[in-house]
């Protein structure tokens, strides 16, 4: 018995959480999840798949305890034989409730490795769409439950596994600690300084890979189109890096707009810098959820999003949404944002009702798939 147990008389009590790896936004999702049983009597190990140990990583994870399985993505191909021996053993080694596993590749492992209860996060569309993973999740549907990050991602689901109970497919939004991702905002000028950007510009901001989903050559056809109308000296500043970087660039100059478009490319801490923005626009493709908008409106930034995937869910009643992949929509939204039309009031009030750490733990513990 641990000095802890003999202090409260009771056995410890743990979530297991078991990640894929840390690179992008994976990070602060663990440290999402590990935060739903602050001030619980549970404790929380985190356990990466991938990736390499890290003492930032540590730190990051919001956790009792983070270990690193250190695979390689060729190792965890096929059957991960491996993995599921060094989870079966973490298992064991403790007093675990359930785990949480994010992704398809963690789920596979957490149910082929031990005997408990699964929560399966997804974050993207089409995990289920393999008839192969539909059959396993039906052999282990008595101890699996699957959270969507939007109810896009969750209807998605549901529609791939039309036998389930709705109640066992839900939806739990991304989140941020609001207060920790404004406190490292830059204010606008220091933003605008370490970016390069002029003082007096009124900026369009958009952050993503320069990729088919991102649908940056709408947002620059859009802009293009605007252009005339909007304030003098106005540029749009794509952070990113992608394989479409020079397609992009030639589009800015087909239309004449190369003078006014900067590409910044990857921008470590991007999210520090959004208060150089006076409007952050997605237009993204069927957007799984959408984080860096979040990080906008934290900023108390406008936001213009296209109207699909879980991007609507995010800006639904605060930002604007509009049409996909329609430049003149967008250009006419930019065109309202510049006159002073987008409330970013209620964006902050959204923010705080269901996109924060506080929102999504009510949420997760109404669901009552776990008892605190």
């Known amino acids: 018995m641990t000095a802890s147990e003999q202090a409260h008389g009771e056995?410890?009590?743990?979530?297991?959480?078991?990640?894929?790896?840390?690179?992008?936004?994976?990070?602060?999702?663990?440290?999402?999840?590990?935060?739903?049983?602050?001030?619980?009597?549970?404790?929380?190990?985190?356990?990466?798949?991938?990736?390499?140990?890290?003492?930032?990583?540590?730190?990051?994870?919001?956790?009792?305890e983070v270990i690193f399985l250190d695979y390689s993505s060729a190792?965890?191909?096929?059957?991960?034989?491996?993995?599921?021996?060094?989870?079966?053993?973490?298992?064991?080694?403790?007093?675990?409730?359930?785990?949480?596993?994010?992704?398809?590749?963690?789920?596979?492992?957490?149910?082929?490795?031990?005997?408990?209860?699964?929560?399966?996060?997804?974050?993207?569309?089409?995990?289920?769409?393999?008839?192969?993973?539909q059959l396993f999740a039906n052999l282990f549907r008595k101890r699996l439950a699957l959270l969507g990050v939007s109810n896009a991602v969750r209807d998605d689901m549901r529609a791939y596994l039309p036998d389930w109970p709705a109640e066992r497919i839900e939806t739990l939004y991304n989140r941020i600690d609001v207060e920790a991702v404004q406190a490292e905002q830059f204010p606008r000028e220091a933003a605008r300084e370490h970016l390069g950007l002029p003082p007096d510009a009124w900026v369009v901001g958009n952050v993503g890979r320069l990729h088919p989903d991102k649908d940056q050559a709408t947002l620059i056809r859009g802009f293009a189109q605007a252009l005339p109308q909007l304030p003098a000296a106005s540029l749009l500043v794509i952070m990113g890096s992608g394989r479409l970087e020079s397609d992009l660039k030639a589009l800015a100059l087909e239309l004449g707009v190369s003078e006014s478009v900067r590409f910044l490319g990857q921008v470590p801490n991007g999210r520090r810098y959004f208060k150089a923005f006076d409007v952050f626009a997605l237009t993204s493709d069927h957007e799984p959820f959408g984080m860096v908008l979040l990080e906008a409106m934290a900023a108390e930034v406008p936001?213009?999003?296209?109207?699909?995937?879980?991007?609507?869910?995010?800006?639904?009643?605060?930002?604007?949404?509009?049409?996909?992949?329609q430049p003149s929509a967008l250009a006419t939204g930019l065109r309202d944002c510049a006159e002073g039309r987008i409330d970013t009031l209620s964006s902050a009030r959204r923010l705080s009702l269901y996109f924060s750490d506080h929102a999504a733990r009510e949420r997760f513990w109404a669901l009552g798939w776990l008892s605190q």
Request: charged residues 25%.
């Open 75 to 133: 190792q965890v191909r096929g059957l991960k034989l491996g993995a599921i021996r060094d989870l079966r053993k973490i298992a064991a080694s403790r007093d675990f409730a359930l785990c949480i596993a994010h992704r398809f590749k963690p789920i596979y492992v957490a149910l082929l490795g031990s005997s408990l209860p699964v929560i399966g996060v997804h974050h993207a569309f089409g995990d289920y769409k393999r008839r192969s993973r």
């Open 303 to 325: 936001v213009i999003c296209s109207d699909c995937g879980g991007g609507r869910e995010v800006v639904d009643g605060s930002g604007l949404l509009v049409a996909f992949a």
């Open 11 to 64: 056995p410890e009590r743990w979530v297991l959480q078991f990640c894929h790896g840390y690179d992008g936004p994976f990070l602060d999702c663990a440290r999402q999840y590990a935060v739903l049983f602050k001030g619980t009597s549970y404790k929380v190990c985190t356990v990466y798949l991938t990736g390499k140990p890290s003492a930032e990583v540590e730190r990051g994870s919001a956790s009792d």
